[in-house]
């Protein structure tokens, strides 16, 4: 018998105990735990809740998550509640499927001003991740500055630029949709240091600012390539190219024209200016030089209320486990750190990738713990943990417990939408205490 743990019910962390699953049947146990009391990672708190269709991949790690010999251990935090030498001593391999939950810090003057987020707490905040529920952010000044050339840049853009019949059928948290009925933000600007041909924004995403009922999407036609240069992109790139171009051609405005979503390329943000809160960013126009943004000394400034930051994130270091500062991940080679101690995912790569990315990841890994560790040594698993649990009065949220939750979070949902997240951690323990 092999006795594995997975830190991190995530993609990586389900997609790994499919894997173990796969490759040693009935003679493995795995626990996957987690610091919160309900599972799925960034499935739950990260992908946008007007993407439900994506955020249906968590049935898939249902199918796994009721294996009987794959167990969820919710609410218990690796670095608080159980350290990374005690699951050493109770499973074969431990694998930290932690993800990257922390935001990269902007580094600039006045950016610890007042309605300054980075996207970690901004997007948890819409999501209901109960860290970021009480972010509160104001949005009664008519600009927003979203930094950042990514998918999730475009997820914010596009969340504060829905009117609120088209969250009808999202999960967006009510507290959020509150705060957004109210909203004064009528442009937003998406700003990037780079070029639209820099951009990693996918077709998909840019395909969904088209189809806004009371925005549109702004390009500046002067910021775009020669339209031949597009040829040498690779297909995805090339297709997000031809969303851009439409977007400058003014052929995406179905809707109404009350709120803009201005792309301005080639703006590096150089402070964010305010007294208490942000009121101005200070942004220096820059050109390509090699591939990167050189600044030209030329600066102008966007008076704005609200900057959220979407320039990547980094992974939360935990005690005993080597960390690679420069990455922002755990210091690993191939997934191993150390032996019996390996990680996957956002925690191996940094945050990179879609969801179906930490599939091969996954199972990767498993492949290497299987050559790593040749028979089961007898450690006490699951049994061994119970007891450890017990000792501290660790409050373990099993799979059956967060279903009862998931029922009671559907039971409260508004009209239309899918669930009403619980957004307190007590919220979430109350609810799995019911029969
Ligand atoms: C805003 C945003 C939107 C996205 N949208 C999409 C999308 O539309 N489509 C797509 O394909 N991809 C999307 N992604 C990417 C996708 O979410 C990631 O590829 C994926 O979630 C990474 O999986 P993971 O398991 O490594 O990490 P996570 O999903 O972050 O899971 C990590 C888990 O570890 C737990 N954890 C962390 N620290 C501890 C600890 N100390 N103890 C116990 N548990 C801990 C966390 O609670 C969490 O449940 C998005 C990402 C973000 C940030």
Redesign the pocket.
């Known amino acids: 018998m092999r006795h594995i743990a997975i ?7 389900y997609y790994t105990a499919e894997a173990a699953q796969k490759q040693w049947g009935d003679n493995v146990r795995v626990d996957i ?4 009391p309900v ?5 739950r ?4 809740p007007d ?1 439900q269709a ?1 955020k249906g991949v968590s049935r898939r790690y249902e199918a796994t998550a009721r294996l009987g010999n794959v167990r969820f251990v919710g609410n ?5 509640d159980v350290s990374v030498p005690e699951l050493q001593e109770l499973y074969d391999a431990v694998i930290l ?5 922390h935001d990269r810090k902007l580094d600039l003057r006045g950016d610890d001003l007042a309605n300054v987020f980075g ?2 707490a901004f ?1 948890g905040w819409y999501n209901g991740h109960p860290q970021f529920a009480g972010l509160d952010p104001k949005l009664s000044h008519d600009t927003a500055v979203v930094i950042g050339n990514g ?2 840049a475009l ?1 914010v853009a596009r969340i504060l630029a829905k009117s609120e019949e088209e969250f009808a059928e999202s999960d967006i948290v009510a507290h959020a949709l509150a705060s957004l009925r109210g909203s004064a933000v009528r442009r937003i600007v998406i700003l990037g240091r780079r070029g639209p041909h820099q951009v990693a924004m996918t077709p998909k ?1 840019l395909s969904e600012l088209a189809k806004l009922t009371r925005a549109h999407p702004e390009v500046d036609p002067a910021d775009l390539p020669d339209v031949a240069e597009d040829a040498a992109l690779e297909t995805g790139l090339r297709k997000s190219m031809a969303h851009l171009r439409a977007f400058a051609a003014g052929q995406a405005r179905p809707g109404t024209d009350a709120v803009t979503v201005e792309f301005d390329f080639f703006g590096a943000p150089r402070a964010i200016l305010g007294d208490t809160r942000v009121e101005a960013v200070e942004v220096e126009r820059t050109r390509l030089e090699n591939g990167k943004a050189a600044g030209t000394g030329e600066t102008y400034r966007i008076p704005a209320g609200l900057v959220v930051a979407c320039i990547g ?1 980094q992974t ?1 270091p ?1 005690p005993d486990v080597p960390f690679d500062e420069q990455g922002g991940r755990f210091a690993n080679v191939e997934g191993r750190i150390a032996p019996g101690l390996y990680c ?4 191996r790569r940094g ?1 990179t ?6 599939r091969p990841d996954g199972f990767a890994i498993v492949e290497k713990i299987a050559a790593d560790m040749q028979d089961g040594s007898g450690k006490p698993g699951r049994p061994g943990f119970d007891a450890l649990a017990e000792e501290r009065g660790i409050e373990v949220v099993r799979f059956t417990d967060w279903q009862k939750i998931e029922e009671a979070e559907i039971a409260n949902a508004r009209q239309g939408a899918p669930r009403e997240k619980f957004v307190a951690v007590e919220q979430m323990i109350e609810a799995s205490h019911r029969v």
Not at 39 to 43: N, R, T, V
Not at 97 to 101: E, L, S, V
Request: proline content about 8%; overall charge negative; charged content about 10%.
């Open positions: 830190v991190g019910s995530g993609p990586a962390g735990f987690d610091s919160q599972p799925f990672g960034l499935i708190t990260g992908v946008a993407h994506i218990v935090m690796l670095g608080r499927a932690t993800g990257a939950p996207s970690a997007v998918n999730v997820d995403e994130y939360s935990i996957v995912g956002w925690a945050p990738g879609t969801i179906g990315t930490n």
